[in-house]
């Protein structure tokens, strides 16, 4: 016994030229700006998620300011321990330790145009955009060509 069953399919209507460029360009598109958004992923955050400490350190210093700063670190307080605080506040000293001691060879030297550079860097990572702004300035001022070669902090 054979049992044939007919299925009624409507018309479909030809696609026309331009709605299939259309459709051909929105693909491209889409295309082109997911493998941007994929090269714009920080590598920190692939540090992050190998739950390497210093990477964690790092990044919980450099949001430390913000209001979602207590969520984070309870996240990561869950993986590092209570003692993540510590090596945060560490590290911040540990800078402000660095600056004091560059801060006294600046005295001494006025124009040393490095140790205005990593003044200018350290404070950039104390979140300290004024004081790292006014050092890269006395930097480029000590010596314009590595102006071209150098970025704000």
Do not use: C
């Amino acid at each position: 016994m054979l049992l044939t069953i007919k299925l009624y399919l409507p018309p479909i209507k030809k696609l026309t030229t331009g709605v299939v460029f259309g459709l051909l360009v929105g693909f491209l598109i889409f295309v082109i700006i997911n493998i941007n958004a994929s090269q714009q992923i920080s590598p920190l955050y692939f540090r992050l998620i190998k739950e390497d400490k210093n990477s964690t350190i790092t990044f919980l210093s450099t949001i430390s300011h913000l209001p979602v700063f207590p969520y984070f670190l309870r996240i990561n307080q869950s993986i590092f321990g209570e003692s993540l605080v510590n090596d945060i506040t560490s590290e911040k000293k540990t800078i402000r330790n660095q600056i004091k001691i560059l801060e006294q060879a600046l005295k001494s030297n006025p124009s040393a145009r490095d140790v205005l550079i990593q003044l200018s860097r350290l404070y950039y990572k104390l979140e300290d955009k004024s004081s790292a702004e006014h050092y890269l300035q006395r930097a480029w001022s000590v010596d314009p060509e590595i102006k071209k070669n150098t970025h704000q902090p």
